[in-house]
């Protein structure tokens, strides 16, 4: 079992910066690839980046690629999401999940509770 909590989030301007910290318990957690998502107002929940268990092996989406950073410390039992360069439209909660590298959210086993990320003009 791996309760994973969301922090970090908050207000920005356009063409800032955020961290995103994922908190997870379990000693397990080092064993588990896992992931970030958003959902805006209205939308479906999508897929943002993964990384494998050992934190080697990551993939993103096409509108976060070169501007979004995901990591991952198993000593520390966290995983990261470096946010740059931010626009109003990646303006989303933000969840991160355990259990797979995949794009699709029924990949996943665990999921956390979320932040809210907002960009403003």
């Known amino acids: 079992q791996v309760q994973l909590v969301e922090s970090g989030g908050g207000l920005v301007q356009a063409g800032g910066s955020l961290r995103l910290s994922c908190a997870a318990s379990?000693?397990?957690?080092?064993?588990?690839?896992m992931g970030w998502f958003r959902q805006a107002p209205g939308k479906e929940r999508e897929f943002v980046a993964s990384?494998?268990?050992?934190?080697?092996?990551?993939s993103y989406a096409d509108s976060v690629k070169g501007r979004f950073t995901i990591s991952k410390d198993n000593a520390k039992n966290t995983l990261y999401l470096q946010m740059n360069s931010l626009k109003p439209e990646d303006t989303a909660v933000y969840y991160c999940?355990?259990?797979?590298?995949?794009?699709?959210?029924?990949?996943?086993?665990?999921w956390g509770q979320g932040t809210q990320v907002t960009v403003s003009s």
């Open positions: 379990g000693r397990t957690f080092g064993r588990y690839a």
């Open positions: 990384i494998n268990w050992s934190g080697t092996r990551t």
């Open positions: 999940a355990a259990g797979s590298l995949a794009t699709n959210t029924t990949e996943y086993d665990y």
